[in-house]
């Protein structure tokens, strides 16, 4: 099996696992307990969250641990437009390819009365800061862009983005789930209030992430009961999750600098061969893109049946993200590009990380171009 979708979820990796295991065993116990195995599980908790903090250049206060990106996402973007609404500030800006944990927030908030404005990304899929600064206005609450885009691997301008909002004082939030342990993210160079994370993107478990909230940012609650989180999301913490999600940010980012140096090579090496197919088109910025990012369009071809092809030849892609797998619409991240529905429709998305190697790309390379001819082919004789 070659996979190739890492931008969906990555495997834990060995290191991770073997942090993780003694919480599900010996060390068992609810951090709200006073007696010892419970004092040790609220230890390792706390040594996480300052893991997480001192990746982020965040202070550990700042860090509160979620289910994953959607949660973080979705916490990050309710709070901060309910916060401006006290003092009148109805407006939300976010771009028009944001993942859907942001954009379905919105669309909530605007039926609560919100009025919100998404950005333009252009042919390259990067958004203007000036564009953004020319949206702005004295009402807006919240301006959420994504660090990097989940389907086309874009990265976007956060840090001058962020010089806009902390000048013209509007909170500012990054979806930063797929940057996260491929690029450094220092939240206070990147002026950032608000960033959401999520474990399983850089070969940590599912089903746990982080959101950083600046001090200052007007916390307020996710969900009510206990007093976990310091009182603002309740429920017994996912112990053995967080530690590997610590454990697995640590790593990544302390290799972050030799993997994109190789991912980049292998991704370059990905988009050479598969444009030497006819009809081929790479989408987004073919420089300013994640390491590990390589997403394709081709010409009269129906991208799911091209991925059950490559399936059944051991390799695993995607067509877009995986929170909008079965959908019949095209991709909103390639219809915000430009691209006509049909061309959409042709997408395939293949991610790389750490674990892929060099005969992986030309594993991909050797299916791909007859596989393309073969779902044309099929095509082509279904319309006769």
């Not at 990067?126 to 989940?150: G, K, Y």
């Amino acid at each position: 099996m070659i996979y190739a979708d890492n931008a969906a979820t990555t495997p834990v990796s060995e290191s991770v696992l073997k942090a993780m295991l003694p919480f599900f065993s010996e060390e068992f116990g609810n951090p709200s307990s006073l007696y010892s195995v419970g004092r040790r599980a609220k230890r390792a908790l706390e040594t996480a969250r300052e893991t997480v903090a001192s990746c982020l250049n965040a202070r550990p206060d700042e860090i509160f641990f979620t289910s994953g990106g959607s949660e973080s996402d979705n916490w990050a973007v309710k709070m901060a437009a309910r916060n401006g609404k006290k003092s009148g500030k109805t407006h939300l800006i976010a771009t028009a390819f944001e993942h859907h944990a942001v954009l379905h927030s919105l669309s909530a908030l605007e039926r609560e009365g919100f009025s919100v404005t998404l950005l333009p990304v252009h042919e390259n899929g990067i958004v203007r800061p000036e564009e953004l600064e020319h949206a702005l206005r004295p009402r807006t609450a919240l301006v959420s862009v994504m660090t990097a885009n989940n389907e086309i691997g874009t990265i976007q301008p956060i840090r001058e983005i962020g010089e806009i909002c902390r000048r013209r004082h509007v909170p500012f939030h990054t979806d930063a789930v797929q940057a996260a342990g491929v690029l450094p993210l220092d939240v206070r160079a990147l002026g950032v209030d608000f960033l959401s994370l999520s474990a399983h993107k850089f070969h940590g478990p599912k089903g746990v992430g982080a959101l950083f909230v600046r001090r200052g940012s007007g916390l307020s609650g996710m969900i009510d009961g206990g007093a976990q989180e310091r009182g603002l999301r309740a429920g017994t913490e996912n112990v053995a999750g967080i530690v590997g999600l610590a454990a697995a940010l640590r790593e990544s980012c302390e290799k972050a600098p030799e993997n994109a140096a190789r991912l980049s090579a292998l991704r370059n090496r990905l988009i050479e061969g598969a444009l030497a197919i006819p009809g081929a088109r790479l989408n987004g910025d073919p420089e300013q893109r994640l390491p590990g990012n390589v997403n394709l369009s081709f010409e009269d071809l129906d991208g799911e049946a091209l991925l059950l092809l490559l399936d059944q030849n051991g390799i695993c892609a995607s067509a877009g993200s995986a929170c909008a797998a079965g959908s019949l619409e095209p991709s909103h991240v390639l219809r915000a590009l430009g691209l006509a529905p049909q061309l959409a429709r042709g997408s395939l998305r293949l991610t790389l990380s750490a674990q892929n190697a060099r005969e992986d790309v030309d594993g991909i390379l050797r299916v791909l171009p007859e596989a393309v001819r073969r779902v044309r082919a099929f095509a082509s004789r279904s319309e006769r």
